[in-house]
């Protein structure tokens, strides 16, 4: 009798379960993650620790990796961003390509201070964020190096934003940043914990709900490759299907640019691409002559520097020709409004063209500017020069894949400028430089976007004379 009843109250739970989910609003069910695919991460760590590394005290220089750029005057870009998104919970998680490495204190062919930052993330839940990164340093004094995967390097100022909601590209911008034990451990000492960093600003791209990451074709039609590499062999100069050329210029010229004398920037127009620390020319047309190592390519792509004091530089027409062991990157040059055509900018070695599945590769090759290319640069740099290096990438076969540039999202997204945040800021205890201290206000949710702007809408750096002796290798903190 107790059974039976079991079975009666178990059938009336079941069917009431049922009645009341055919009565609930459909709003109620959770929506799934979003992919997150393209994006920059903009952040310049601590802008008094630039200047303390390529000032005379440490009397270092920073190198960026992994196609990290720089931006304005005193902040990194990190591109390709990866992760996922929820629109229910807010949670977010991006993920970051490129890093940058400071060296300081050269002594004995080395140096006493190096420190690397990459690949950072950004994760924020439950009304707070953090930023990751991995981390390389040296410890001062003893000069042990320690490698860290991920490290929880700074808390993120969130509060007050609402990230639930979102349906399109995601920006955050000037997010107040604050070092953490773990990270004041990872930077070698050279900061304590809870020393303010630089702001981060990022935005990310959300892939369409029914949309799926999109995977590169192997496989099956790599496996036809092989069966023509006979009939590449067999030709005397084989057509260029596709190629693309990858050059910064110079990094220095494009942060002169940006900065705070010429104030100006730079468009790229006719296909050329922004790869953050290199633009791409794309749609490469040409011959390969294996036998004779040579190549001759031409793209499609310009880009012009525009600024304070007369600067009007368009470079187009770019071209690359490869004979001899020695290559050439050419390019017509405007400047204002006088044109050159065909000028030889830089050169570079290669040792040797070598076709694997149909696609030529140089990555990174050191470039050095010519006569010619000085003159085009208004003798800004000498002959000699080293400009930024060079990538080419050449498909003999309709098949080979061109590499990915870095991918930077979508454009900015759009960015108010909220009213001055009037509470007191806190006092600074590190007079090297004055970075905004107000917490970042939301700006606004709406339209799939989630805008967010720091109060008072700049970062101002005030550097001051600085008095000791090398000697006594005094560290940011103390300087």
Do not use: C
């Not at 178990?10 to 393209?38: E, I, N, S």
């Amino acid at each position: 009798m107790l059974s039976a009843r079991r079975t009666a109250r178990a059938g009336t739970v079941t069917v009431l379960a049922a009645f009341l989910g055919a009565l609930l609003p459909a709003t109620t069910a959770h929506a799934a993650d979003r992919t997150v695919q393209g994006g920059r991460l903009d952040w310049g760590v601590k802008s008094s620790f630039q200047s303390y590394v390529t000032g005379p005290i440490a009397q270092g220089s920073y190198t960026l990796q992994g196609g990290a750029a720089t931006v304005g005057a005193s902040q990194f870009r990190f591109h390709s961003a990866t992760g996922s998104y929820n629109p229910d919970t807010g949670a977010f998680s991006a993920g970051f390509s490129g890093g940058v490495r400071f060296l300081g204190h050269p002594k004995n062919g080395g140096h006493e201070l190096d420190l690397t930052i990459a690949r950072p993330t950004v994760r924020i839940s439950g009304g707070s964020g953090t930023l990751y990164a991995d981390m390389t340093s040296k410890a001062k004094g003893t000069g042990q190096v320690t490698t860290s995967a991920q490290v929880p390097l700074a808390t993120l100022n969130v509060s007050g934003i609402e990230m639930r909601g979102g349906g399109g590209p995601i920006g955050l911008s000037n997010l107040p940043a604050t070092l953490t034990s773990q990270g004041a451990r990872a930077f070698a000492g050279y900061y304590t914990a809870g020393t303010a960093l630089d702001p981060v600003s990022l935005s990310a791209d959300l892939l369409a709900a029914a949309q799926q990451p999109s995977k590169s074709p192997e496989g099956e039609e790599k496996k036809d490759d092989g069966g023509k590499k006979k009939d590449e062999k067999e030709k005397k100069a084989a057509r260029i299907e596709d190629a693309a050329l990858d050059w910064g210029v110079r990094r220095t010229f494009r942060e002169y640019v940006t900065g705070s004398i010429a104030q100006g920037e730079w468009k790229l127009a006719d296909g050329a691409e922004d790869g953050g620390a290199l633009f791409r020319f794309t749609s490469g047309q040409g011959t390969f002559d294996k036998k004779d190592q040579r190549l001759d390519a031409s793209f499609d792509g310009s880009v012009r520097f525009t600024g304070e004091h007369g600067l009007d530089l368009r470079l187009s027409k770019v071209t690359v020709a490869v004979e001899d062991g020695k290559g050439t990157l050419r390019a017509d040059v405007r400047d204002a409004d006088e044109v050159t055509k065909d000028v030889p900018l830089v050169t570079f070695a290669v040792k040797e063209l070598q076709a694997e599945d149909g696609l030529i590769t140089l990555t990174e090759v050191p470039a050095k500017l010519t006569a010619k290319g000085a003159d085009a640069f208004g003798s800004l740099y000498k002959k000699g020069t080293a400009m930024d290096p060079v990538s080419l990438a050449v498909a003999l076969d309709k098949k080979a894949e061109l590499p990915p540039l870095p991918d930077l999202g979508s454009a900015d997204t759009p960015t108010a400028s909220p009213e001055p945040n009037k509470a007191a800021a806190k006092e600074k205890t590190e007079p090297a430089a004055a970075e905004s201290s107000s917490p970042a206000l939301p700006l606004a949710v709406g339209a799939g976007v989630v805008v967010l702007a720091a109060a008072g809408g700049g970062l101002m750096i005030a550097r001051r004379r600085r008095t000791a002796t090398p000697a006594d290798h005094p560290s940011p903190q103390d300087d």
